[in-house]
């Protein structure tokens, strides 16, 4: 019985009012483990060359000059950047040479990420990765209730599942769209749910800068005043791509950036459609739109915590279909990684992307093939690291805890090769010799309990044994273990007075502006 | 209408002396697209540190030189080793530091594995990567079936089902063991099928070395006396981990060297059971034993052409189960490719390995972690690439084609990228703008052909029309591939001489003695 599950109990009791739900929530209080952000122990995969960079970056900035970014509906922003030295012609602003680069200088290479529990901190940049699960669906589907629009219970169903994955390290922000609430109230809900069913970092909302504006409000009464003066959200700023910044989304950015909040600053690409069909000019173009805004959050307050984000699928040109897992997105990802790390940013890209409708052997090709990419381009911040499923229309139950557990690959892979005495096992070569047989040897049994990962969900049994089980296939053995999960599933403690404070707000919120949905 | 379809049209019509098979091959006959092995314009991923290879290097002389390699029942072998200057104790060879490494110096980094069609000639060495089916398996799998033991039909599915695979260069060998032909004669007719019904390059027998000589004079009938001044087979000899070189494949290796022919020497290990549980210690025996095998197979033929071979799985320490797709199978793949590099050998690991029961997300993670590692690890040969299924005791059809598919993003990804101007696409960023749309512009209408890679076999339909298409999963979508595949093959041409030759040794060969069983 660890400290945790007491307070848990506790605080259970406390709240429902009766010993008997303590002594029940001792009893199934599971343990929670939860991995560390992975630090990389392992080199970055670096596809461009060195005069590969040199053209790029002087592309970047010929677009930003030549080009210009739009910076629409957003007189503020116009004057934050003609006061900065750029060219500013309507809502077209065209960046001098070198002066986007220069701007961003001052952004932080690094910071840390607060959760209410610290030893969920996360640091995010240099050689750290973590991870975030899946961000947006309108759609939830599983193996029993299928394809359906997502709601509220949804969410927090995902929540909990977030909160019980060992291996990531983030509670996400909107892991499925809970349509059943009203558009301008869901955020609401949504942030609750992150800040009292989990107790990992989360990310705030960025529909409209007055949600942002919740947010950070939110987080006040979670963290109290220190809220504003160091990250405890990190939120998803899309740009418009082709080298638009919209007010709704630069509004929320304003917002954050003001706030000491971080934020990912990352153009959404479809190649073909919002980006040339080439690698190379995606690459210039993605440069080109992250210097953009970057720079912008450090016109609004220079030090701001921002993330140099990468979203770019392919595009399947029979159908119109974006494609995931292809070869053109890996090569984007290692050259965008690059592209990052010159400019000493932290770096967002990846994900459990694919296209399949279904967790079959599709989705996992092209999940795994994403996976692998971000884990050796350098990925700082993977969102979608679990439960994308059909090109981010779907929220799968079954492949969040897939994808979750192989996350575990990344932790193992991450860690590198040790090579000290005990890693070296000469002496078990010695003692074995040829012909003979490690599994009875010193070292074996010194050193098998962590030698080799071990999946917590994949089929390792005999034909025979697995046969008798009635043959499952994985989204089988997925669905399983969802429902073992949410049972097993207990809130982690909370302060009564933090977690009514945001109820209060929540509903006072709700009570000042009729629903609008849509 | 292709000319080579001509010649099928043709050389059908001879063989079955009828007009009408001969015009319903012309109709039937598709175009064959075989692209070229893969030549890598990107970076290997290199994961040990200078340090940790100078360790490693030295322990494995250090274990060659004191606990020495065992040549079992080979007296000849030992008799080579002791005039190369090894000193033999009973028969365990225990070989001066550097002398092994020195050895291997006459071996080359790169050779031609010439096919019966010189278009589908593969090097092996150097930025190469060579892709070949699945080896070995005695049981079978498909959807309509279940699984079954393999039979002499099931194996010329195969051998079909590679030729008409565009990604895969190379035929393989023991595609599944035909169990409904005897042992000692079912070489004979494994090699029929990859000789006639392919014409891709192919391994050799390996189970006897009666069987190797078998697989050469077939050879010798194929491709005439050239056949043994060059390699026209690669074979695979495995060692018996840890550290012991066994009669029979030792007898095979020889017979191969002797004649001019490819082996790839290969350490087969289930980590934890055949070396110890640790990478860096895995590692240093698979360097010692490549080592040892390959500089034997210059003592036999200074210049025979091998290639530095490691198969390493994880164990599953619950039960005793390799596993596949594992980090430690990748850090183990990166590791030996580095290492056999330093020896300026080609490198044979990887392949489409998975754990699996069924063609389902388990396998295709598991296979998507192992080709991608083996993509960026620098591997020059991979066996197993396609259909390999249930840790090799299975060859899935639907998994056959499904792998084969995820080859073609080997391929794009080892492209590398384009910066030509062309690659940089400056005019369509400069037409397209902000907020603008690039599917209609000049550049995207002159490339999208071939800018990004598109799966024959994975689903890109919308949600509706593939639900309104019986929602197909990835399994139901390669089942029907299969079948089409099969259906549309049409043999490549042979002189019908050389044809019959090949029949007549085979028959000689059957009669010459009874049948063996197991």
């Known amino acids: 019985m ?28 599971p343990k929670i483990e939860a991995a560390r952000f992975i630090e990389r122990n392992i080199p970055n995969f670096e596809i461009l060359t060195a005069e590969a960079i040199e053209i790029i970056e002087y592309n970047a900035d010929t677009i930003l000059e030549e080009v210009g970014v739009a910076f629409v509906d ?22 001098p040479r070198g002066l986007a680069r220069k701007l961003c200088a001052t952004a932080p290479a690094k910071f840390t990420q607060h959760a209410r529990n610290p030893e969920r901190d996360v640091e995010i940049g240099g050689k750290s990765l973590v991870l975030a699960p899946v961000y947006g669906p309108p759609f939830v589907r599983d193996a029993e209730g299928g394809r359906r629009y997502a709601t509220m219970e949804d969410f927090r169903k995902f929540v909990k599942l977030g909160y019980m994955s060992k291996w990531l390290h983030h509670s996400g922000g909107t892991v499925c769209e809970p349509t059943d609430i009203a558009v301008n109230k869901r955020h609401l809900d949504m942030l609750e749910a992150h800040m009292t069913l989990s107790d990992k970092p989360f990310m705030g909302s960025v529909t409209e800068p007055i949600r942002a504006q919740d947010s950070v409000e939110m987080c006040k009464i979670l963290f109290g005043e220190k809220a504003t003066q160091a990250p405890h959200m990190t939120s998803l700023i899309n740009v418009n791509s082709p080298l638009t910044f919209d007010s709704t989304m630069m509004g929320a950015l304003e917002i954050y950036a003001a706030n000491m909040q971080a934020c990912i600053i990352s153009p959404f690409i479809v190649g073909g459609a919002m980006a040339p069909v080439s690698v190379a000019g995606t690459l210039t173009q993605v440069l080109a739109e992250a210097m953009a805004g970057i720079a912008y959050s450090q016109l609004v307050r220079p030090g701001a915590p921002v993330i140099f984000g990468a979203f770019v699928t392919s595009i399947d040109m029979n159908s119109g279909a974006p494609t995931f897992g292809t070869p053109e997105a890996s090569k984007i990802l290692w050259g965008a990684g690059q592209l990052a790390r010159r400019m000493s940013l932290p770096f967002r890209s990846g994900g459990g992307l694919c296209g399949s409708k279904l967790p079959d052997a599709q989705a996992a090709y092209e999940t795994a093939n994403t996976l692998n990419a971000a884990l050796l381009g350098g990925v700082n911040f993977m969102l979608h690291s679990c439960g994308w499923l059909e090109g981010g229309l779907v929220s799968s139950f079954e492949k969040f805890v897939l994808d979750a557990d192989q996350l575990g690959i990344l932790h193992s892979v991450a860690s590198g090769i040790d090579v000290s005495e005990n890693g070296q096992a000469m002496d078990a070569i010695r003692e074995v010799g040829p012909g003979g047989h490690y599994l009875g040897c010193a070292h074996t049994q010194a050193n098998f309990k962590d030698a080799f990962w071990r999946s917590d969900v994949l089929d390792y049994r ?25 049972d097993e599933y207990v809130a982690p403690p909370i302060d009564q007075g933090i977690a009514d404070g945001l109820r ?13 949905f849509g």
């Open 74 to 95: 957003n007189p503020a922003a116009l004057d934050r950047w003609r006061e900065a030295g750029a060219e500013v012609k309507g809502e077209r602003v065209h960046i």
């Open 504 to 516: 209060d707000y929540i509903e006072r919120r709700k009570a000042s502006e009729p629903d609008a």
């Open 462 to 486: 005999p034909f025979e044994t697995w046969s008798d089980a009635g043959a499952p296939d994985s989204q089988a053995l997925a669905s399983a273990r969802v429902k073992r999960m949410l």
């Open 2 to 29: 660890t400290d945790m599950a007491e307070v848990q109990g506790g605080r259970r009791a406390g709240r429902r009012g009766g010993g008997g739900a303590a002594r029940r929530a001792e009893r199934t209080a």
